[in-house]
C-alpha cells in the first residue's frame, strides 16, 4: 500500500492530509510534526486567542480523533532529522521510517523574528516570540 508521509504538522500539512482521504487516497497517510500539539491556526496567536476571546479548542484545526478516524497516523513532538530522497527513507532521530511520496510542509519556521534584521538591530530589546502554541504566551 502506498504510504504518503508528510513532514511539518501546521495548518498546510492538516490541510493536505484531510484532502487527499477526502479524495478518496486510501493508503497510509503518517503526519509528523515537531510541535506536541495537533495542528492549530497561527493566525489567533496575535489577534482572538491573545485578546482572550477565543478558545484552545477552537484554535486546532480539527479535533485530535479526526486524524484516528481517518487512519492518519500523527506523530506529534517528532523532529524529522534527515531525509533520503534515494532511499525515500525519513530520520527520526535512530529510528528511519520509508515512504513512497513525500511532501513538505515545514512552513517558513526557520525565519525566527531572532534573524530578521530589525531584531538583530534592537538585540538588546527582548524579542517576543508568538508564533507557536507551545512556547504562549510570548516570554
Ligand atoms: C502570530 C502569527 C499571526 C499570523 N497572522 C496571520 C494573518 O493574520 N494572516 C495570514 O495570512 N497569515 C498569518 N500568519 C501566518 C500564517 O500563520 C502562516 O502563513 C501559516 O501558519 C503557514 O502554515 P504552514 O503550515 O505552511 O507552516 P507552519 O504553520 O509554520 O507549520 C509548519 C510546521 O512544521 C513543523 N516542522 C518544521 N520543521 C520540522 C521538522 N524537521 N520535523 C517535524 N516538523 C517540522 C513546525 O514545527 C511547524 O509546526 C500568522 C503567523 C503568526 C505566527
Redesign the pocket.
Known amino acids: 500500500m502506498t504510504h504518503i508521509a508528510v513532514?511539518?504538522?501546521?495548518?498546510?500539512?492538516a490541510s493536505l492530509v484531510a484532502k487527499l482521504r477526502s479524495e478518496g487516497f486510501e493508503g497510509d497517510i503518517t503526519l509528523?510534526?515537531?510541535?506536541a500539539v495537533p495542528p492549530y491556526q497561527?493566525?489567533p496567536?496575535?489577534k482572538a486567542y491573545l485578546l482572550g476571546d477565543m478558545t484552545l479548542e477552537r484554535l486546532f484545526l480539527r479535533p485530535q480523533s479526526f486524524y484516528y478516524e481517518n487512519n492518519i497516523a500523527l506523530r506529534l513532538s517528532?523532529?524529522?532529522t534527515a531525509i533520503d530522497t534515494s532511499a525515500k527513507t525519513i530520520a527520526i532521530g535512530d529510528e528511519l521510517l520509508s515512504y513512497d511520496q513525500l511532501a513538505l510542509?515545514?512552513?517558513?519556521?526557520r525565519a525566527s523574528c531572532l534573524r530578521r534584521p530589525v531584531a538583530r538591530l534592537a538585540a538588546s530589546i527582548p524579542c517576543a516570540i508568538?508564533?507557536t502554541l507551545t512556547r504562549w504566551p510570548p516570554m
Not at 509528523?32 to 510541535?35: D, M, P, Q, S
Not at 510542509?105 to 519556521?109: A, E, I, M, S
Open positions: 513532514i511539518g504538522a501546521g495548518q498546510a500539512g509528523i510534526g515537531a510541535e497561527r493566525p496567536l496575535s517528532t523532529q524529522v510542509t515545514t512552513g517558513p519556521f508568538s508564533r
